[in-house]
Nanobody
Framework: QVQLVESGGGLVQAGGSLRLSCAAS????????MAWYRQAPGKERDLVAA????????WHADAVKGRFFISRDNAKNTLYLQMNSLKPEDTAMYYC??????????????WGQGTQVTVSI
């Protein structure tokens, strides 16, 4: 079983930066892909970025490409999302997810509890 715990969310002004962290524990050796999703009120949960835990290749959604950067520290079993040039439309609950598949799109079956990011004008 894998446990995922996110941290780093908060309130920031537009144009600012935040770094989200996701600490993984448990049977992490089965994980091949990790990702960040986000869900705004009344909207679907969307994939923001994903990373292969082995080779480190990454994928970023067009909406965040060039502003957000996913990375991982395997020694610390921690996933990160560096978010720069934040916009009000980035406001959402951000979730960490893990998958045994090798596909960036999942399916993801392990989820953290989420961390709220709010971007003010």
């Amino acid at each position: 079983q894998v446990q995922l715990v996110e941290s780093g969310g908060g309130l920031v002004q537009a144009g600012g930066s935040l770094r989200l962290s996701c600490a993984a524990s448990g049977n992490i050796f089965s994980i091949n892909v990790m990702a960040w999703y986000r869900q705004a009120p009344g909207k679907e949960r969307d994939l923001v970025a994903a990373i292969a835990t082995g080779g480190g290749s990454t994928w970023h959604a067009d909406a965040v490409k060039g502003r957000f950067f996913i990375s991982r520290d395997n020694a610390k079993n921690t996933l990160y999302l560096q978010m720069n040039s934040l916009k009000p439309e980035d406001t959402a609950m951000y979730y960490c997810a893990a998958s045994d598949s090798y596909n960036f799109k999942g399916p993801y079956d392990r989820w953290g509890q989420g961390t709220q990011v709010t971007v003010s004008i």
